[in-house]
């Protein structure tokens, strides 16, 4: 399952009275989102360290 099915599923379930009136599926589907946000913002992070370390290195590469 890819991210984007997972994201709509997961938005089904927060907004069809059929899954949102079951709390145990709301708490599912809310945590499935608190998660794929998480996992955005690290990849974010893991990017921007990247490109800190990558000019890190070409500033430095002449001493090595």
Do not use: Y
């Not at 899954?19 to 794929?36: T, W």
């Not at 913002?41 to 893991?46: G, Q, T, V």
């Amino acid at each position: 399952m890819n991210l984007d099915t997972l994201k709509a599923l997961a938005g089904r379930v927060m907004n069809d009275r059929r899954f949102c009136c079951d709390e145990q599926h709301r708490l599912l589907a809310e945590g499935v989102l608190a998660l794929l946000d998480e996992n955005e913002a690290l990849r974010k992070d893991r990017d921007s360290l990247r490109e800190d370390r990558d000019s890190l290195l070409e500033a430095g590469g002449h001493l090595l």
